[in-house]
């Protein structure tokens, strides 16, 4: 049966060489990526033996965006996939079949993956531990987000700054009670 795209349906897949020597199954219609865990981890046997074939320069230019939330459906088993956000500043996620442990990326985001040196930890991407780093990140990207939106860009940054100047002295200590006793603040804490 022939493998249909699970980002546009397509059915025309052509087996081609991406960046970094990395093989896999790119669909004609979309230009979505099909990495089986076969040929992802002779991607990464290959890196290891230190006999990569064109490491291939990631193309600068257009990046990858953010993803669309609809399901998708591995091409091999004809189950749902899991989608997991790559975090590391950025926008998208990777889609693997918990059946077969292989992967579809959208166009371009392999490209994304290399240029941020993120090409050799794919698999690693829906562990636990990856994924609560990406949503510790998120947490601290609404913070910051939510500090500029009520103070100005100008005051949320000279704030951020005095606070990295504070955390990081050797006498903390003292600039915490110069602090609490300037700013009439309660001394617990
Ligand atoms: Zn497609
Ligand atoms: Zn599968």
């Known amino acids: 049966m022939a493998m249909r795209c699970p980002g546009c349906g397509g059915k025309a897949f052509t087996v081609q060489r991406a960046a970094g020597g990395l093989e896999a199954a790119v669909c004609g219609g979309c230009g979505g990526m099909w990495v089986s865990v076969q040929r992802y981890f002779a991607f990464l046997a290959e890196r290891e033996s230190g ?43 990777v889609d693997r079949c918990g059946d077969c442990g292989g992967f579809f990326l959208n166009a371009k ?13 794919l698999h690693f991407i829906p562990s636990d531990a990856w994924q609560a780093e990406v949503a510790r990140g998120l947490r601290t990207a609404h913070d910051a987000e939510s500090l500029v939106r009520r103070l100005g860009a100008e ?3 000279e704030l951020e700054r005095v606070t990295e100047w ?24």
């Open 51 to 93: 006999d990569q074939s064109s490491p291939g320069p990631a193309t600068p230019g257009e990046e990858a965006g953010a993803d669309s939330e609809a399901l998708k459906l591995c091409p091999v088993c004809q189950k749902f996939m899991r989608y997991y956000p790559v975090g590391h500043g950025l926008v998208f996620g």
């Open 109 to 121: 985001e392999w490209e994304a993956l290399a240029a941020h040196g993120l090409e050799t930890r």
């Open 155 to 157: 005051d949320a940054a």
């Open 166 to 189: 504070i955390a990081g002295h050797r006498h903390r200590d003292v600039m915490m009670a110069h602090l609490r006793e300037r700013l009439h603040l309660p001394v617990h804490g």
